[in-house]
Nanobody, 127 residues
Framework: QVQLVESGGGFVQTGGSLMLSCEGSGRPFSNYFMSWFRQAPGKEREFVASISWRGGRTYYADSVNGRFTIFRDNAKNAVYLQMSALIPEDTGVYYC????????????????????WGQGTQVTVSS
């Protein structure tokens, strides 16, 4: 069974930091982009960050660029999201995802390109 499991969410004050982890199982993801999305209460899920299969390319939403860092460890079949300078607008459920196509960055910011999702981890930033 192919599975992604996120962890590391929690409650933090404005300006704080958290690091999210996402570990995959069932098949290797080393040939795939891996991404993070988030969904705030009452809003649609949105793209946060993406990383290429060897980690040489990263992409960020404007809202998190400069504050968040995505990185991966293919030996552990895992992707991480280091979040700093957190603000209340970062509150939401964070999901990691893997696209359906290997070796492809096509549409990395669009949910429809992903066919494997984790269950999500809650991040709450207080003001």
């Amino acid at each position: 069974q192919v599975q992604l499991v996120e962890s590391g969410g929690g409650f933090v004050q404005t300006g704080g930091s958290l690091m999210l982890s996402c570990e995959g199982s069932g098949r290797p993801f080393s040939n795939y982009f891996m991404s993070w999305f988030r969904q705030a209460p009452g809003k649609e899920r949105e793209f946060v960050a993406s990383i290429s299969w060897r980690g040489g390319r990263t992409y960020y939403a404007d809202s998190v660029n400069g504050r968040f860092t995505i990185f991966r460890d293919n030996a552990k079949n895992a992707v991480y999201l280091q979040m700093s300078a957190l603000i209340p607008e970062d509150t939401g459920v964070y999901y990691c995802a893997v696209p359906s196509k290997a070796y492809s960055s096509e549409g990395y910011g669009f949910e429809s390109m992903y066919d494997v999702w984790g269950q999500g981890t809650q991040v709450t930033v207080s003001s």
